[in-house]
């Protein structure tokens, strides 16, 4: 991972094409940098100026004589490249490229990204951009961006790989008065990417929750490396777009970027932990309550209220969440019914009743964060007669400074009457909302993101016992050696046997007598099939037969099958009949492995047999870092688990032996990148074991 | 449905218990009907005042003298039906009762509540409330409310069953300049309820867009008539809270109402075409969107945007609701390319570029709102340095006027910079949001709603032939009379029979020789089951055997079941064993029925056999006017219909079939309300033909 302190305190700057013509971007980079109040020095760079922006203005980078730590380029795309060289052999240590015309404009653009990239390599110079607007650190302070705004000081470090929404959200944060520790502007991300940035973030002493908008990731191990070790110190919050398939088009018509489906994002974020917003909305009220408020112990939440329609709307909107209603003990309970109208709702929630004043806020509150049983509370505020915004906002604000462990959120449902109300209280760091819905999706976030801190930090499990892979590496070189990609059942059985996956044992003949001969030694009853990796739909052709008893059983179906195949698709390649023996009826699973461009394998386990696809009872893991006690909720995550448990007086299936397949699998696939896919459907689990059945497996 | 003409529109209005005292409800009640310009006489009641705001005061309705269409009753619960009774006498119309006091305290205010429906009863008098904020008509103009706000004037009708909510909303509606036509507070509901006023709202001409609060209906069927008659007229925006269990506890608590299930509320509100808003929010957002834009003629959505990233969230957020991105002409495309600069994106999203100015979102708008592929746009404006907010919305405005049977809406990225912009856009009726996904959530909601408009107005369906009811009746009578409430499965398969079901033929025996003869009157192979409502799993205990192919088999199977049940369930009532007809195995299906206290019989379909509460493969709907296009969509719904059509490569099933034994079975639970439970698992379909094997029925 880049060192990135130099990057954002850097004791001098450079700004090649700076400008004295208002309005050009030349120019708003040194007006940045200097009204920003940036302690280092500036040097703006341009041969044909003298000065810019009362600053001496320098010919060139080696004019400055000193040594330059950062320099910010904003000069046409073809002249980048000479900069850069420029720079490397000043010895600067970063480079921010504002200057766009690279990867995003098709690939003469790549080709001059590619060469300036090389240079930053060769000279070790870290690269932000190109076609970017720059970064912010409000606590250095520096403002090597184009942006017009210079965000309010803060604690939410803001990484966009859009220029255009990280500008539009600095404009607007300060309608309601959000501030920043820092912003990026990710650009092409040619070098530095979000990862990078995560990881400076999570050590950045200003900074309490990261925020990110991305459309891809650049590389999909650094990336969840960088976060997972991120989580642990503060949360991480990421709206990722072009999930959909048209969307996944525009991101690649917008940068270039390879994207990822959106299937392996989602495992990736859960897996390391980062709350996955789903709207801006959303993205910035999580921003907002992690920004001021803790992480919760727990999740159940107290609603204080003073009136019933929004309560109900509240308390529906935990319930349909990871959150609970709070059960207040006795005593809480017995404290409230004393101290407040005989009319008023005691239990959670807590309704204060319409006339209420602050004190009666202050004292409800005061109880419920007081009380074992809750984690957190939410506030709601109806406009009536009598009701004491602001009062009641500094009720909420002091009583919430006796509970700090505790969050609390408040929802102002209503105008003017309650606008200063609600500012008090933003201020005071109580985030507060128009309606209740946003105030529950931000605690139910801050929940998962408790849990989530708590993932365990080493992630390695040992690799499983008996393992050979050499024989593995011998056997697909064979296949290909043979002009083949799809393994015959026989060879993936081999495969995952050397793996220590429990396989139905199964042998390829090649006579009827061969057959007979096979069948004896792996016992009777067996089931025959054709082995041709060009047959898909063996039985429809009457390729398989069930159910075979005797030699005499086993030559006949070994002509039968033959004839079969012939009839029906005479040019297939048959490389034999395989004899598997016949396992008794288990609960039919289904574990699997497909490889994701970013992320590698990803595995699959779910309801197997022929309704795979109908059902889709599927859950998924990365197979990167996958631990047991990861694999134990993969498999809580889908229907089949009520099955495995018992289902309906049945005895419970072999749950370790699942686990250890599943295990045995994601190491196979990591070990070997060269398996593109890998099905195992039917796995039969029993109440001892658990066996693999038929296995696909496909190399590249 | 009561005709609220003479509600809304009162020429005389008396308020009882009216008061000069400032910030008495009494005293605002007055003052807010003086001050909205209402049109007639203004008759205050109080025999302590002579005068109240400057009107005469009368000690009594009766000194009134005149006849007084509308009373609005603010005196302690108490007092309210002496008041009544008087109205009544009077000739007084309608009645506001704004007092609390009543159902929402208790038993007592249940029994106070009980009269004064009871005296509006028998006077023929309408009843707003009580324990009610009011309602308020801005166009006759009325306020006999006691809303600290009088909303600005516009189409949208608000009905709440939270006086708190609805007071909340005109607070803050006045900070976006939301205008509404009605506002109707609910309350007890204990007359006039939900259905009455979305009926009146549907045929109000100054009303576009209904908009409800509501914890539940008042009465199920006439709801659902009203609602269903409504949506041909307008869009129904209903945001239903008490969906979770805790949640519904709260709303009992509150309003003592008897809470629906939300399985049922959802099935109503999707069968009556309602849009059921999610949060608060997106009840307003719809609202916005539904008050000035018309419903689009399809679902094909362009994007126009002057940045990348803002583009391909809105794309996604397109994709992944029932939107689609439209796919401009080659006309379109040849157009935008020949006039936007070479870098813009010319397929949807459209992207005219950072330095785009008014004229090349001018000329993009009209291009793909002129696109016949497309149905509606969203435009896109983030700020850069070149934006013209307020021309470019002027530009929107202006081009949506020669386009205005397409609706368009706007998302304006940003704070100060854009907000006069977005305010001329509001102002003009084109929705305007800070974020992208609201827009798109509004657009996907009008999309629904004009598939919803286009139901059949005709929903009765001529009852299915061959339906003999009389014997049902009797069997149901002979049951009850003898003690029992859960039918015999030979019983159930009676009822099914005289319903025109086709049953597997089922037959009680009561000895074994009996048995043999029935299964020889069957015919052979049968399955023989223990007849006893007491036994759950009856295969558990040894009390079904199947595969009997003799008369001998049939007696054996009689004796050794007989033996078993006596052996494990000694104390089980067994009424004889039941000899059916083994049917060779089809696709196996459940089509079952609930009993929800509002909405009636609710209808499920899907996957049957063992795994149906683990697979929940179910879908639902109303058993009142299902329609045979609704049972279709209703199978659609299911993965079951994809095995049904055929899974990998097998025959398609016996649709037609299906849909004939859900529509029966929907008849006969219409028909016998009696019927409180009843379950067809499995039925077998085949390619010709549905049997039902096994039928549950219990009555109450």
């Known amino acids: 991972m880049a060192d990135l302190h130099a990057f954002f305190h850097p004791r001098t700057v450079a700004i090649v094409g700076a400008s004295n013509k208002k309005g050009k971007i030349g120019n708003v980079l040194v007006r940045n940098m200097i009204d920003c109040g940036y302690p280092g020095r500036i040097y703006p760079i341009n041969p044909k100026a003298e000065e810019v922006e ?18 910010v380029i904003a000069v046409p795309a073809a002249r980048v490249i000479n900069v850069a060289r420029e720079c490397g052999q000043a010895g600067v240590k970063n480079l921010v490229v504002i200057s766009a015309g690279f990867k995003e404009v098709g690939r003469e ?19 932000l951009g190109p076609n970017c607007v720059g970064m912010i650190d409000t606590h250095v302070p520096i403002n090597a961006s184009f942006s017009a705004v210079f965000p309010q000081r803060g604690n939410i470090a803001f990484i966009s790989q859009s220029g255009a929404m990280l500008v539009a959200i600095l404009d607007w944060s300060q309608t309601i008065g959000l501030g920043f520790s820092r912003i990026v502007s990710l650009g092409n991300k040619a070098d530095l990417n979000e990862a990078d940035f995560i990881a400076d973030a999570a050590d950045d002493p200003h900074t309490r929750v990261i925020l990110c908008y991305i459309e891809d990731v650049a590389r999909g191990q650094q990336f969840l490396q960088a ?22 088009r525009a991101a690649s018509s917008h940068t270039g970027a390879l ?24 993205l910035f009220d999580l921003a907002v309550a992690f920004a001021h408020q803790p992480a919760p112990g727990g999740n159940r939440i107290a609603v204080i209220t003073n009136a ?5 709307v509240t308390t529906d909107n935990i319930e349909m969440s990871d959150l609970a209603i709070a059960r207040l003990t006795k005593e809480t309970a017995r404290e409230l019914r004393s101290n407040l109208p005989p009319e008023a709702a005691i239990y959670n929630p807590v309704d204060v009743l319409g006339d209420a004043g602050a004190d009666r806020y202050r004292f409800a509150l005061e109880k419920v964060l007081g009380d074992q049983n809750v984690d957190g509370a939410v506030v709601l505020v109806c406009p009536t007669a009598v009701t004491e915004p602001e009062q009641t906002a500094r009720a909420i604000i002091e009583t919430h400074r006796s509970h700090p462990e505790k969050p609390v959120l408040a ?10 109300g609600a500012r008090l209280l933003a201020e005071a760091g109580i985030p507060c909302f128009t309606f209740p819905e946003p105030a529950v999706k931000a605690l139910s976030g801050m929940v998962r993101y408790a849990r989530a801190r708590e993932l365990p930090a080493k992630v390695e499990e040992p690799a499983p016992e008996g393992i050979q892979r050499e024989p593995v590496r011998e056997l697909f070189q064979k296949v290909r050696q043979e002009g083949r990609l799809t393994l015959l059942g026989s060879e993936a059985s081999q495969v995952a046997a050397y793996y220590g996956i429990k396989t139905a044992p199964i042998i390829l003949a090649t006579s009827p007598d061969e057959a007979a001969a096979r069948a ?10 054709v082995a041709s990796p060009q047959i898909l739909h063996k039985s429809d052709i009457g390729g398989v037969k069930v159910g075979i008893k005797t030699p005499r059983e086993a030559q006949r179906a070994f002509i039968d099958i033959t004839e079969n195949v012939q009839r029906f698709l005479p040019r297939a390649v048959i490389h034999g009949i395989e004899v598997q023996k016949m396992m008794p009826q288990g609960t039919e699973l289904i574990i699997g492995m497909t490889r994701d461009v970013q992320f590698g394998p990803l595995i699959a386990f779910g309801l197997g047999g022929i309704y795979v696809n109908l059902l889709k009872d599927v ?10 006690e990861e694999i134990q909720k993969m498999l809580t995550e889908t229907r089949a688990y009520t099955l495995l448990r018992g289902y309906r007086g049945e005895k419970p299936r072999d749950l370790e032996a699942i686990i250890e397949m599943i295990a045995r699998t994601a190491r196979l696939v990591l070990d070997f990148p060269e398996i593109a896919e890998m099905d195992i459907n039917p796995v039969f689990a029993y109440t001892d074991g658990a066996w693999a059945l038929d296995i696909k497996i496909t190399i590249s």
């Open 54 to 71: 009362g600053l001496r203005c320098y010919p060139s980078l080696s004019a400055v004589g000193g040594k330059v730590d950062l320099v």
């Open 109 to 127: 653009g790549l080709l001059l990204e590619r060469e300036l990239t090389g240079i930053c390599r060769k000279y070790g110079m870290g690269l």
């Open 227 to 248: 976060a997972r070790a991120a989580v642990r110190k503060k949360p991480v919050i990421i709206l990722k777009s072009g999930a959909s398939q048209a969307g996944a």
């Open 259 to 282: 994207a990822g489906s959106d299937l392996a994002y989602e495992t990736a974020f859960r897996q390391c932990g980062i709350i996955r917003a789903r709207s801006m909305a959303e």
């Open 308 to 312: 019933g329609g929004p309560g109900i």
């Open 411 to 420: 929802a102002y449902m209503g105008g003017k009457i309650l606008a200063e």
């Open 520 to 529: 004896q030694e792996i016992g009777f009853p067996v089931v025959m099939k």
């Open 619 to 628: 859950s998924f893991r990365l197979a990167y870092s996958l631990t047991r």
